[in-house]
């Protein structure tokens, strides 16, 4: 987050400031010869910690400001009206002009949190699914698994944090109702997060496996009734007439 100040004699005068991703709305007031830096601080997921520093043209934005205080430094937690007092008289002793100020936030830690999949959701051997999950630090390495209830059943993969990943469930999984997946840091294996409980079918129904061999199985049974049924009967030969009586 940039905004510009005019110094003559200490005398702060503020123009428009350029916004950044995780500062904004930063503003600025002169008292005697702090100056009072207020701005907000912008977190994506609950629990997320930040390194803020301020730095100033007046030294080609090389080194932070180091005659600051307030709320700056390690571990700073996302929230608005954050405020950093700068003492300029030390700082810009022999300064006189113009002078850009920058206020940057470096996220350091972010706890993790799965958006897919749904709980309760259909998922089918052998198919491509997408998992996906907020948190973390860009291209940190995290780990996925997947679990059957308590027990890892599958590593999955290693991969830079890129906020989701496409993979196929293997044909050999036993079909079951309490898959879940679990992401952690590699660096950091106390930060992790399970995700929903999902569901896993054969990609092909048994009943469905089991038509063509039932189909065989009942033409057989037919056969075999229809031909061990007892025969029509044969026509009852008819009484061959008397001879006629000799004469």
């Known amino acids: 987050m940039k ?25 600025a007031q002169a008292r ?32 932070p400001l180091t005659q600051v205080k307030g709320d700056l430094g390690e571990n700073m937690k996302p929230g ?9 008289k030390k700082e810009l002793s022999n300064f006189d002009g113009d002078v850009t100020i920058e206020v ?14 749904q709980r309760n959701s259909l998922h089918k051997r052998g198919k491509p699914y997408k998992v996906t999950w907020l948190g973390a630090i860009a291209n940190e390495n995290l ?10 059943v599958f590593e999955i993969n290693r991969t830079p944090n890129k906020g989701s990943l ?6 050999n999984l036993e079909p079951g109702k309490n898959y879940k997946y679990k992401l952690s840091s590699v660096d950091n294996p106390s930060n992790f997060a399970y995700s929903n409980t999902f ?13 063509p061999l039932t ?4 033409g057989v049974i037919y056969y075999i009734i229809s031909s061990g049924s007892d025969p029509a009967p044969p026509d009852v030969e008819k009484d061959l007439p008397l001879p006629p009586n000799p004469e």
Do not use: C
Request: aromatic share 14%; proline share 5%.
């Open 166 to 171: 496409q993979w196929a469930i293997p044909l």
């Open 104 to 117: 940057r936030a470096t996220l350091t830690y972010s706890p993790m949190r799965f958006t897919s999949p």
């Open 215 to 218: 189909a065989v199985v009942a």
């Open 143 to 152: 780990q996925l698994e997947l679990f059957n209830d308590t027990a890892r």
């Open 3 to 27: 905004f510009y100040l005019h110094f003559l004699f200490f005398f702060l005068v503020t123009i428009p400031f350029v916004s950044a991703q995780r500062v904004s709305n930063v503003r």
């Open 199 to 211: 569901i896993i079918q054969r990609k092909t129904p048994t009943w469905i496996k089991a038509l």
């Open 32 to 63: 005697g010869n702090i100056v009072i830096i207020t701005y907000d601080l912008l977190g994506t997921i609950s629990g997320q910690l930040f390194t803020v520093s301020v730095y100033s043209s007046h030294n080609g934005m090389e080194r």
């Open 80 to 88: 608005p009206n954050k405020v950093i007092e700068w003492g300029t």
